[in-house]
């Protein structure tokens, strides 16, 4: 398997003093996803729960809804020249009968562990492609519940604590348990970890939960939070302008800077109770 860390010796300077020490460093490297032998794309990915990424990948793109669509996942072997296995390139093999995507939807190309899907025409794609609809899925998430949940996640990543460079998405309940974390050098493939984990524990779609992520809220985050089930997306820190959009056409709960007892809730509010906050009327623009 990769490493999930790597060491390299680094100058450090405090306060004007000069010392070299070793320092801790998040690992990143490429993992090819092939989908029944044919080559599908590449991510850069910290090495690490890589089965549960390909799998959450494929929900989030539409190709799969349950763990009986799937045959097998499997490591190529004889990646490199001297036929040993980096573990980087890995295969998923469809269950008999399902269908293998359309040509236009296979992503042969290089995708950074940071990227995202832009344009408005992506908007109708996610709400004719979702298979589950949140919302009609109504959890209310009491403010100090959602409140606790950034130190929750925070508390759990235990690669974070080593590095402070890894991305985290936790999965939680109403009186906000910690279902699942996942953590990745990249946002998008930590909340894929955390998909594929759910849908290889037969777990989708994800109702009556929350997903709690440690970055900003983007469009890609609240696709993948409804390809999933699940009715609430948040955030440590702001959404983007399509999230939003996104979030309020398809009836998602969307909460950005929660940090402590503060936050924002973009869309959804009928799933946050406010018995120990108060709200004040909005000013009518001048």
């Known amino acids: 398997m990769g490493r999930v860390t790597v060491r390299e010796r680094i100058l450090r300077i ?33 090495p690490g729960h890589d089965f549960d990424l390909a799998a959450g990948f494929l929900v989030s793109e539409g190709v799969i809804t349950g763990p009986d669509q799937i045959a097998t996942i499997r490591y190529c072997a004889g990646a490199t020249d001297d036929g040993s296995n980096t573990y980087n390139v890995l295969d998923v093999v469809l269950a008999p009968g399902v269908a293998v995507p359309e040509a ?61 460079g890894l991305h985290a998405a936790g999965l939680f309940t109403p009186e906000g348990e910690l279902l699942c974390v996942r953590e990745d050098v990249g946002r998008h493939n930590a909340v894929d970890k955390l998909v594929g984990w759910a849908l290889r524990e037969d777990r989708l779609p994800l109702r009556g939960s929350a997903l709690m992520v440690s970055g900003r809220a983007s469009f890609e985050l609240a696709q993948k939070a409804l390809m999933a089930g699940i009715p609430m997306l948040a955030a440590v820190s702001a959404p983007s302008s399509l999230a939003v959009e996104l979030a309020a056409d398809s009836g998602l709960s969307l909460v950005g800077f929660l940090r402590g007892a503060s936050m924002n809730v973009y869309a959804g509010r009928h799933r946050i109770t406010l018995e120990t906050a108060s709200t004040t009327p909005m000013a009518a623009p001048g």
């Open 14 to 46: 405090r306060d004007g003093a000069a010392d070299e020490r070793a320092d801790t460093l998040v690992a990143e490297e490429p993992l090819e996803i092939r989908m029944n032998g044919r080559p599908l794309t590449v991510t850069m990915r910290t």
């Open 104 to 164: 236009s939807l296979e992503r042969n190309f290089y995708t950074t562990s940071s990227c995202g899907v832009c344009g408005k025409a992506s908007l109708e794609a996610v709400t004719t492609v979702a298979h589950w609809s949140v919302a009609e899925d109504a959890p209310l998430f009491e403010v100090p519940v959602l409140s606790r949940m950034p130190d929750r996640l925070r508390e759990a990543q235990r690669v974070f604590d080593r590095t402070g």
